[in-house]
């Protein structure tokens, strides 16, 4: 059986669909449509620039994303830290503090070494030493008081 | 081809004279499409209507040169269409009012049987499945280029090669049944 007498010629159709060809629309529709167009058109005014959006890809706005994660963690890092040292020495002066970190540096260097310990004690006999001084100065004055 | 790019260039701004010129254009076309589909010439305003304010929306999307402008109305009227069957199933115009395009005046014998012909084929292009009734309407009534049909369709051209095919197959088997009717 052939193939092609089973198909319906395209002349016919052709034919068919000529009648369709002269087909015009009524008058008042171009009205309708350009009232339409200006209508679309002018929703479609671009808005001010502080309302408008852009499109970027997402690849580009993860990777901004997680740059501006890093460096704003990486601004307030020292400021945490400070605010942690602070609280646990909430009387400590600056000059403490760096007697602190001087002694933690040197604990860090010579963790075993019997330096630290004298360093430590010198330290805190600091208060006694001052204590004594005042001693001696209030039995010099005494004295002073005899003569 | 310098004219026709900046004419697309304008239409991507939303310049009022290039719509203007678009209308012009393609608003027959449109209106022919939609009628040929149905039958029904006031849902064919309708639609036509309707496919412009799309196109308004959708034309700054077209990223294609104005080799794809055709094509590219053709889709959206396609959208509009299928959008309109879904929102509502009408009842397609009776087959009386298909000859309305035909010249009025009383025809001899000859012409009243093509014209039955006629109406008979029409009749069974529109039975045929949607997007194969849109293929033909385009090859057939558009006359557009199996390439271009497959732009506007969004199939493959060997997909719109086999759609004519058992279309032109299905089209003579209905008219062979008819004929056997009669």
Partial sequence: ?147 | MESANEYLRSLRKGDADAYEALVRRFETPLYRYFFASHGDPQLACEQSVDCFSDLVESLPKLTGGPDQLRPFVFAVARNVLRRQWRRQAREFAPLSSVPETIDNSPPPDATIVAAEESAELIEAIRSLDQTTCDVFLLRFLEQFSVAEVAEAVGEPIGTIKSRLHRGRQRLHKILQSKSDLQ
């Fill in chain 1, 1 to 147: 059986m052939n193939d092609s007498e089973d198909l319906l010629p395209e002349e016919l159709i052709d034919e068919a669909l000529a009648s369709l060809r002269s087909a015009t629309p009524p008058e008042d529709l171009h009205q309708a449509n350009m009232a339409v167009v200006h209508q679309a058109l002018a929703c479609r005014a671009e808005p001010v620039w502080w309302r408008r959006s852009v499109s970027i890809p997402i690849p580009v706005a993860l990777a901004a994303s997680v740059v501006l994660v890093l460096t704003t963690t990486s601004l307030l890092k020292p400021w945490v830290i400070l605010g942690e040292i602070q609280q646990a020495a909430p009387v400590s002066t600056q000059s403490e503090l760096l007697v602190d970190d001087f002694d933690s540096s040197m604990a860090e260097e010579t963790e075993s070494s019997p330096t630290w310990s004298v360093t430590r004690s010198y330290i805190h006999s600091l208060p006694s030493l001052v204590n004594s001084t005042n001693y001696k100065t209030s039995a010099t004055e005494e004295k002073h008081d005899d003569s």
